[in-house]
């Protein structure tokens, strides 16, 4: 039996993605220096908040995922990240090969709003693996599973995801709202002969500051 490790050497951004894609290297070592014919490689990464600490700034804005610091000892829990296949060539002993990971910048997500939280450190990661072995025998093949219990972790770099953003939306983010919301959005912008949609907002939290410090 096919008895495989997992390793995370690093990450990096994919330079040629046509979207927001993570790479991550990996080496995979068979124990006993056998033959893997292939292997169906599946992945599933998820963010270990628990693991790193925050400045206040981060704090801040990470209350809409976890409430109130007071309350983080309960509500900061692992977040899923990414789940990803991959095929991996035959190999004998160790192998490494690049796992994509496509990143999100839709402040909806769960993981998108912890990235764009964080101004500097790193994040935790857990990388848990799972899929389906093909070994050579002298008859044929074996097909086995890869045990539920192969995982590795690796901190990725906040600046990394700057980066990694920040080629594709530059010094932009995204905000999804209702068809209503827009509408009346643009018959404010429209009224008040707004250049763009920047602008728009500006104006509208111009007004709240100035509601909030009225007496």
Request: hydrophobic letters at 45%; proline letters at 7%.
């Amino acid at each position: 039996m096919a008895d495989l490790g997992f390793a995370c050497l690093d990450a990096r951004a994919d330079r040629f993605a046509a979207a927001p894609t993570l790479c991550f290297p990996l080496r995979i070592t068979e124990a006993g220096g056998g033959a893997v014919h292939a292997l169906a490689l599946r992945c599933q990464i998820r963010i270990e908040p628990q693991r790193r600490r925050y400045s206040g700034a981060e704090s801040e804005l990470l209350a809409d995922l976890f409430g109130e610091p007071s309350r983080w000892g309960e509500t900061l829990r692992p977040l899923q990240f990414a789940l990803v296949s991959t095929m991996v060539p035959g190999f004998t002993g160790v192998t490494e090969i690049d796992l994509p990971v496509p990143v999100t910048y839709d402040l909806e997500v769960a993981a998108g709003k912890y990235f764009a939280a964080l101004d500097e450190g790193e994040i935790p990661l857990l990388l848990l693996f799972s899929g389906t072995v093909f070994v050579r025998t002298p008859t044929g093949f074996s097909v086995e599973q890869v045990p539920w219990d192969r995982e590795t972790r690796h901190r990725l770099p906040v600046p990394l995801w700057r980066e990694l953003m920040d080629r594709y939306f530059p010094g932009e983010g995204w905000l999804r709202l209702r068809t209503d919301t827009l509408r009346d959005l643009h018959r404010f912008k429209s009224a008040h002969a707004l250049a763009t949609w920047d602008d728009t907002m500006e104006a509208l939290l111009a007004r709240a500051r100035a509601s909030e410090a009225a007496p």
